[in-house]
């Protein structure tokens, strides 16, 4: 029987060992930390992950959004979501697919340390430290899925990716805040990204940015949640890669194969630097080319996915304060419909049908490529 280990119990992780598992393979995952104990992080994603996830993605769901307010120097655009948006507790789902896992026969493997590949042989040979005693492991197919900074990645020769780091503060749901209503403020001479504001229940939200400096960001947070006039009660952190253009995934080690999926793939939306739904994507690609043999549609798909908001971004990167007025502005009835119907997990539809309503969108956006 075909076998095959997982570096990392990140979501993307405990996913691909079930599916792998579910089809037969035996799969050990090896995680780092004594026991599960995920870092908590307050996620917001499409609906798109339904799809991936079936019924366990209103499981692991803390609330539903129904609407965005985004916010641009005192203009205001509502969007209403034709289907909510789901805000995810990070540990929350990381802990489900590890039940996914175990239950598919799985073997979980804590306090194992990867350390690094052997030299080729029949079998891929890996190194792992355990209680610091190091043993030598061998698998057929290794799957890094141990976040950005991938020990399987520089160890089979990876590039290592640009990372960013997210910054965001749980506080008490402001009185005006509408705990379906996510909230989005365009500030590029703090940020070249955005602040958000996501409810995570009735009660609570995590407000945040993604920065270029982390002590810049955390005090432009600071600054930020005070002109809001709200406290932070804990911070949450992470470094999320940044997605630059499209890298191969796979690497043949000998006669056998690593992939990388997650952030350790920087599988990541640039434009708004999520990767949740197109990181479980990436996983279900990778899973068929390891079941089938070779690159499939669902990884060219994903490719052209990344791309769209790698262009995307360099577009916002380029945004003034007065070009985000402007564009809260060229938003029309239509144009916030399709915003609302369609969402930011397919922007080929979403851009195209954009541009075909409210054509001077685009053109701001080539504007916003050229030298300045």
């Not at 810049?216 to 999320?240: H, T, Y």
Request: aromatic residues 6%; charged residues 25%.
């Amino acid at each position: 029987m075909k076998d095959a280990s997982i570096i990392g119990g990140s979501a993307a992780g405990f996913f691909t060992a079930y599916l792998l598992a579910r089809a037969g393979l035996h799969v050990r995952l090896y995680e780092m930390s004594d026991r599960l104990d995920p870092v908590p992080r307050t996620l917001i994603v499409t609906h798109k992950i339904r799809g991936i996830l079936g019924g366990l993605s209103d499981e692991v769901a803390v609330n539903r959004i129904n609407r965005f307010e985004i916010f641009a120097d005192g203009k205001v655009a509502d969007v209403t979501l034709s289907q909510p948006d789901l805000v995810v507790e990070r540990s929350r789902l990381i802990r489900a697919l590890a039940t996914r896992a175990s239950e598919a026969g799985v073997e979980i493997l804590a306090g194992r340390r990867f350390l690094g590949l052997k030299p080729n042989g029949k079998r891929l040979r890996f190194s792992i430290a355990r209680n610091g005693h190091a043993s030598e492991e061998s698998t057929q197919v290794l799957v890094g899925a141990d976040g950005a900074s991938s020990e399987v990645a520089r160890g089979a020769g990876w590039p290592p990716h640009t990372t960013a780091p997210l910054i965001q503060a749980l506080v008490h749901l402001p009185p005006d805040h509408p705990p379906d209503t996510t909230r989005v403020w365009f500030l590029p001479g703090e940020t070249p990204y955005f602040y958000w504001s996501i409810p995570h229940s009735e009660t609570r939200a995590a407000v945040g940015l993604i920065a270029e400096d982390e002590t810049r960001g955390r005090a432009a947070l600071d600054r930020f949640l005070e002109r809001k006039g709200v406290s932070p009660i804990g911070f949450q952190a992470a470094r999320i890669p940044v997605y630059r253009r499209w890298v191969s995934n796979h690497r043949r080690w000998g006669e056998n194969h690593v992939y990388l999926v997650g952030d350790a793939a920087g599988h990541v939306k640039v434009s708004t630097v999520g990767g949740i739904v197109t990181g479980l994507a990436g996983v279900m690609g990778v899973s068929e080319a390891i079941l089938n043999g070779g690159v499939n549609g669902r990884l060219r798909a994903l490719r052209r996915e990344l791309d769209r908001h790698c262009m995307l971004r360099r577009v916002l990167h380029g945004f003034s304060q007065d070009d985000y007025v402007r564009l809260l502005d060229l938003l029309s009835p239509s144009a916030k419909r399709i915003l609302g119907s369609s969402t930011r997990d397919e922007t080929g539809r979403l851009l195209l049908h954009l541009f075909l309503y409210q054509p001077r969108i685009l053109l701001m956006g080539m504007k916003a490529l050229l030298p300045r």
